[in-house]
């Protein structure tokens, strides 16, 4: 399926950031993409405007409610001036997913991937090309209706915005410090811990405040019943190298099937690698450090790609994997998919796109 999609170039282009300094999500492009979806009519007025603020209702009911979801992925300058996305279809099937948890109308996918690909194509003087540089792209849905009442909104905006980004975490490819939350839970099956919504997120917060105060740069989450299966770390997936053993709790409802889990679970098992997907007790993974077989443990997300856990605290217990050091499997993942994604590595999986 093909949209007609609107363009209007800004007047006033602004200067690109210092690449070497980028933090993450810190600036934006000049354009943004927005459709928008009237019921009866359906999704229409696809276009590419310049960045801008939102005029909305003060009784939109994403303000109220919540209603809305998003996305996350990057394009990239290879060294020979290629622009790559990477598993944009994976994202626009996402995107489904987290648009049905809410109630939010579906948007056909390669309409989408066609909507990411041209507002790139717009911006792409606006990708960085140092190392470790990506352009980050955020697509999000957010309830417009102005109404008190809580229901499904009848009209919402799909909206695409870009940030160039450098790394996610201040400590870059080192390893980081995580707290065990045993107080806090994220989700619990039944609700949307699955789905990318921004509830999720904000009821991730006071725990990692409380984690940060503590010294730690994120926190481990545990199931929401009992807290003592291992859901994710932070806002990303979580890998366990366990013996030769590669764990990594299944996604069967409470946690977001990652799409850099989905990679990083095909490379390895394409290295010989066992992966098992299953419910993990964290007093496995205990009894694995104490026994001395805790190789690594790293987390998976687009925004950090790989982060490697140097140490866990649980319990006012500290536990030091790996010496704190990357391990060779994490460092071998992050250099094979970034790797693929910046086109430095042929991409034998199909994974990038050319825009
Ligand atoms: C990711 O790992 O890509 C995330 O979900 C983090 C993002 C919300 C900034």
């Known amino acids: 399926m093909s949209i007609q999609i609107k363009t209007v170039k800004t007047t006033r282009p602004l200067p690109k950031p210092d690449q070497s300094d980028l933090g993450f999500g810190r600036y934006h492009t000049d354009h943004m993409f927005i459709m928008d979806y009237t019921s009866g009519i359906g999704w229409h007025d696809a276009r590419i405007v310049p960045y801008a603020e939102l ?17 996350g992925l990057k394009a990239y300058k290879s060294r020979d001036g290629r622009v790559l996305l990477f598993r944009a279809d994976k994202n ?21 991937v066609e909507a990411i ?11 960085p090309a140092a190392e470790g540089t990506s352009l980050y792209i955020r697509p999000f849905v957010i309830a417009t209706d102005p109404y008190l009442g809580v229901k499904a909104s009848a009209t919402y905006k799909f909206i695409i915005i870009m ?34 919504v921004p509830g999720n997120y904000a009821a991730s917060l006071k725990a990692q405040v409380e984690a940060k105060k503590k010294g730690y740069s994120q ?33 069967d409802g ?20 066992k992966v098992i997907e299953r ?60 790797g693929i994604q910046s086109g430095k590595i042929a991409d034998i999986f199909n994974w990038t796109t050319e825009v």
């Not at 690909?117 to 990708?127: A, G, P, Q, S, T």
């Not at 409470?254 to 390895?268: D, H, Y």
Request: hydrophobic share 40%.
């Open 92 to 112: 626009a099937e996402r995107l489904n997913i987290s648009n049905d948890s809410v109630c939010i109308p579906p948007i056909d996918t390669e309409i989408t």
């Open 117 to 127: 690909r041209k507002l790139v194509d717009f911006d792409r003087e606006w990708i």
């Open 55 to 71: 005029e909305l209702d003060p009784s939109s009911m994403v303000l109220h409610y919540g209603q809305a979801v998003f996305e």
């Open 219 to 251: 926190v481990l989450w545990l199931d929401g019943i009992g807290h003592k299966y291992i859901e994710e770390v932070g806002t990303s997936n979580v890998f366990f190298i366990v013996g030769d053993e590669v764990l990594t709790p299944s996604a």
């Open 163 to 196: 940030s160039p980004v450098g790394s996610y975490y201040a400590e870059g490819l080192n390893p980081v410090k995580i707290y065990v939350e045993t107080k806090y839970a994220r989700s619990v099956k039944g609700g949307l811990g699955y789905a990318k």
């Open 254 to 273: 409470t946690i977001l099937a990652g799409i850099t889990r989905a990679t990083s679970i095909e490379l390895l098992k394409s290295w010989g690698m």
């Open 279 to 338: 419910k993990i007790l964290f007093s496995e993974i205990a009894d694995a450090m104490n026994a001395g077989n805790l190789k690594e443990a790293f987390a998976t997300g687009t925004a950090a790609v790989i982060s490697p856990i140097g140490e866990l605290c649980f319990d006012g217990r500290v536990m030091t994997v790996n010496d704190s050091k990357i391990g060779p499997v994490a460092q071998k993942l992050y250099d094979t998919i970034t």
